[in-house]
C-alpha cells in the first residue's frame, strides 16, 4: 500500500455553506475554506499489487460536484455512516464509476441503512420493475456490524458505534491490514466521526493510538444531534490524536476565525483538504 491519502470531499451541515437565502458574513465570506459542500470523503491509495483504489466515506448530494472538483475516476466501494439524506442522495452519481470501471461497486452499512437505502432506491435493486431500461448504478450490498472489521484491498475498516441524537449510526476507523506497508507519511491509524452527539462507551477503546480523526463539530450553540465546538474540542482532547480535523461544519463557524483559536493538534477541515498534506495547500491549519 502506498500514496495514501484522506480527500475531504465535504465539509458543511446538511445545509452546505453558503446556505441558501442567507447573507450572513460566513455566507458572503471570499475565504475558499468558508464553502462548505456537505460532509463526506475519500480514502484513495494504491494497494499492494500497484492497482489504484479508492473508497467513498458516504454518497453526499454533491458529490457529482465532489468528484468533477477531485477528479475522482473510480470507486471501488462505498462505507456508509447512516441514511440521512445529506449522507445518502449522492448515490445515484455513482453509476458513472461503474460505466468507467467497468464494474459494480461494493457498499456497507449497518442493516437499518441498507433497509432505507433499499427503500429510497428501488429504481437500483429492483431495476427489473423499471417501466423502461435505464441506466442505473451497480451495486453489491453488505451489512457489517459494530467493531468486526471489513478487508478492502489490504485496507482495515472497523465500524464504530456513535449516538446522533437518539439515533446509534457508525463511525470508521481505518488501518492498514500491514502498517508496516502504509509507510511513514499514512494518516492511519484514521477515525472518521461526523454526526456526532456522543461517543457509545464500547467504542473508546477503538480510538486509541490514533494518527488523524476527523469530528464532528457543527457550531458554537447547543444541538440535539451534534458537538458543539466545546463539545468537539474536549472530545478531541480525550481521543488525543496526532491531529484532529473538524467537520460538518455550520454557516456559524467562520473558518479564519474560529481555526486561529484552536489548540495546536486542531484544525477546521475544508472542502478538498488532503491528510497527508503533500506541498502546498489552500491554507489553514
Same mark, same amino acid.
Given at each position: 500500500m502506498r500514496d495514501v491519502e484522506c480527500i475531504v470531499l465535504g465539509s458543511g451541515t446538511s445545509a452546505g455553506v453558503p446556505a441558501i437565502g442567507c447573507t450572513c458574513s460566513v455566507c458572503r465570506s471570499d475565504d475558499p475554506r468558508d464553502t462548505r459542500t456537505r460532509t463526506s470523503a475519500a480514502i484513495r491509495f494504491t494497494d499492494a499489487q500497484g492497482h489504484p483504489r479508492l473508497i467513498l466515506i458516504d454518497a453526499s448530494p454533491d458529490l457529482r460536484q465532489q468528484a468533477l472538483r477531485e477528479d475522482l475516476v473510480r470507486c471501488d466501494a462505498i462505507v456508509f455512516t447512516h441514511h440521512h439524506v445529506d449522507h445518502l442522495f449522492g448515490l445515484d452519481e455513482v453509476r458513472r464509476f461503474n460505466a468507467v470501471m467497468k464494474a459494480p461497486i461494493d457498499i456497507y452499512a449497518e442493516e437499518r441503512t441498507l433497509t432505507n437505502i433499499h427503500r429510497v432506491y428501488p429504481h437500483i435493486f429492483e431495476a427489473e420493475k423499471n417501466t423502461n431500461p435505464s441506466f442505473v448504478a451497480t451495486l453489491l450490498p453488505h451489512q457489517v456490524d459494530c467493531f468486526k472489521p471489513v478487508v478492502l484491498h489490504g485496507l482495515r475498516i472497523t465500524p464504530l458505534r456513535f449516538l446522533h441524537g437518539r439515533l446509534p449510526i457508525l463511525g470508521y476507523r481505518f488501518d492498514a491490514e500491514d502498517p508496516d506497508e502504509a509507510g511513514p507519511d499514512s494518516p492511519f491509524p484514521l &477515525?472518521?466521526? !461526523?454526526?456526532?452527539?456522543?461517543? #457509545?462507551? /464500547?467504542?473508546?477503546?477503538?480510538?486509541?493510538?490514533?494518527?488523524?480523526?476527523?469530528?464532528?463539530?457543527?457550531?458554537?450553540?447547543?444541538?440535539?444531534?451534534?458537538?458543539?465546538?466545546?463539545?468537539?474540542?474536549?472530545?478531541?482532547?480525550?481521543?488525543? &490524536?496526532?491531529? !484532529?480535523?473538524?467537520?460538518?461544519? #455550520?454557516? /456559524?463557524?467562520?473558518?479564519?476565525?474560529v481555526d486561529a483559536r484552536l489548540p495546536a493538534s486542531m484544525s477546521l477541515a475544508w472542502d478538498g483538504l488532503r491528510v497527508p498534506q503533500r506541498g502546498s495547500t489552500t491554507g489553514g491549519g
Open positions: &477515525a472518521w466521526c !461526523t454526526d456526532v452527539s456522543a461517543v #457509545a462507551p /464500547e467504542t473508546w477503546p477503538h480510538l486509541t493510538g490514533l494518527k488523524t480523526l476527523f469530528l464532528d463539530l457543527l457550531r458554537h450553540r447547543s444541538h440535539p444531534t451534534h458537538m458543539t465546538l466545546d463539545e468537539a474540542v474536549a472530545t478531541a482532547g480525550e481521543i488525543g &490524536a496526532s491531529q !484532529t480535523w473538524f467537520i460538518h461544519m #455550520a454557516h /456559524e463557524i467562520s473558518h479564519a476565525e
